[in-house]
């Protein structure tokens, strides 16, 4: 019986971290049964443009594009697909992709009509790969997360298409000089969850496909939702009555940020760049009980994992983001004190790295906090922390370019007995204290050097940010 408790904690403890924070994690993609179409990206001409950022559209291949090796023209959209893809070897099989009725020609215009609405492309764009051609490619098979590769030898023709070579690039080789920025919400019903706990729910909401929440409780658009109720590790001596648990929800509303700046002004790679995740989000949970003591570092209990890999389009560029959160609950305790504390919190956050020509990569760790009034119990003497965090990470193309870690927490400390509200109103007898706040910390990493700049030496971290508030505290003699 005692095992199996624990089976059933652990799940239940991991569930709740993830509600109170929103979740990082890398859920399984499969690919699609029929591939994208894959884009070749030409060569600049030198004429720079703006490019519109947006999400790519559902339901359809998402056009591949291709940067031809010849140099004429710009990167176009382009009817190809990878119809496989070996990460081993780097070898891909490139083939046509089936023409249906949005690929004809528009009535009165010939199917080589360069700019026809329905295609947007030169009849260039479908020619057949060569040595040099770059492909941007949606997820297919072998490569969940997308393909952005060079072509460095043509290994011949078979009964799937075209067998290529290839070897990594960089965006730097199919958005050229070209400019874009634009933020792209993330579709909750898109990503996947991995519960590792028992007891965690997860809910969303988007445009044309609303899921209730919780008790019929109807989500914000864009949002998604994860609730937890879990137990947390009791102090051994606590009597039953101070079993100790986390419960609560956290709703998000992420979105993917990218811009990027082709005009080198004379020197190498793009004059700008940036990667990010932002978004809103709330959460209101419960820490209450005796929890054990903890030794050493805080423990830390993952409690889901969640993932998805959106794709935006950057002009004619499919661009595969891949978003991982894990979610976490972690308690730092003496064991001696008893608590019961409820907090209410909204905010925003963002993460990411901006790239300056000259300057190079620096963080962005940005993250406004408020607290809605509170109630807060604290019995006995001694101190607990107790936190609600999510470890994140985005990336292009399966490659992890920021990795940050979020936590929301409440803190509590008392030398006898303090019972207070938010509201003013108090019972207390001895000095006592409750905090609210959050921890926001990670790492810029090599891979963001996807985008064309120069690699660096080693990890950048983000910097610490912190940020802590009273929730209510005080001292009385009885």
């Known amino acids: 019986m005692r095992t199996l408790a624990r089976r059933l904690l652990l799940p239940g403890l991991t569930t709740l971290a993830l509600t109170a924070t929103g979740c990082s994690s890398t859920a399984h993609t499969g690919a699609a049964d029929a591939a994208a179409p894959v884009t070749l990206a030409p060569t600049s ?6 490019l519109d950022v947006a999400a790519a559209p559902q339901g359809t291949p998402t056009p591949a594009a291709v940067a031809r090796a010849d140099g004429k023209g710009k990167t176009e959209k382009s009817s190809l697909k990878v119809a496989s893809y070996d990460q081993a070897s780097g070898r891909a099989v490139i083939a046509k992709a089936p023409q249906g009725p949005a690929h004809s020609p528009s009535p009165g215009k010939s199917a080589g009509a360069g700019k026809s609405p329905e295609a947007g492309k030169s009849p260039e764009a479908d020619k057949p790969v060569a040595v040099g051609d770059v492909i941007a490619s949606a997820p297919a098979p072998g490569a969940p997360n997308g393909l952005l590769a060079k072509v460095t030898e043509v290994v011949g023709k078979t009964d799937r298409g075209t067998e290529v070579k290839t070897a990594s690039t960089t965006l730097a080789s199919v958005l050229n000089d070209d400019k874009a920025d634009g933020k792209v919400p993330v579709d909750p019903s898109s990503v996947t969850v991995e519960p590792l706990l028992k007891g ?11 899921k209730f929440g919780p008790q019929s409780a109807k989500l914000p658009l864009g949002n998604l939702r994860l609730d937890v109720n879990a137990a947390v590790d009791t102090a051994p001596d606590a009597p039953a009555s101070a079993g100790a648990s986390v419960s609560g929800f956290v709703q998000l509303a992420p979105q993917v940020e990218f811009s990027y700046d082709g005009s080198t002004g004379g020197g190498s790679g793009p004059r700008g760049a940036f990667l990010g995740m932002s978004g809103d989000w709330s959460s209101q949970w419960k820490l209450q009980g005796r929890a054990a003591a903890s030794t050493g570092a805080p423990k830390r209990i993952p409690f889901a994992k969640l993932h998805s890999a959106p794709v935006i389009q950057v002009g004619p560029v499919p661009v595969v983001v891949n978003l991982d959160l894990t979610c976490y609950v972690q308690v730092e305790a003496d064991g001696r004190v008893t608590l019961d504390v409820q907090q209410d919190v909204k905010g925003d956050f963002k993460v990411g790295g901006s790239y300056a020509l000259g300057k190079g990569w620096t963080p962005v760790s940005q993250s406004n906090v408020k607290s809605t009034p509170v109630t807060a119990t604290v019995t006995a003497a001694g101190k607990v922390k107790g936190a609600l965090g999510a470890e994140a990470s985005v990336g292009l193309y399966g490659a992890v370019g ?11 400390e008392a030398d006898v007995k303090a019972s207070a509200s938010s509201d003013g109103k108090t019972s207390l007898s001895g000095a006592w204290a409750v905090y609210g706040g959050f921890d926001l910390s990670g790492n810029l990493h090599l891979q963001l050097s996807l985008f064309g700049t120069p690699l660096f030496e080693r990890k950048i971290p983000l910097g610490t940010l912190n940020r802590e508030w009273a929730l209510a505290s005080g001292h009385a003699e009885r």
């Open 200 to 210: 965690v729910t997860f809910s969303w909401a988007k445009t044309g496909g609303v």
């Open 45 to 50: 001409d030198g004429t720079s443009q703006q």
């Open 402 to 412: 920021v990795s940050a870690d979020f936590a929301p927490y409440l803190r509590g």
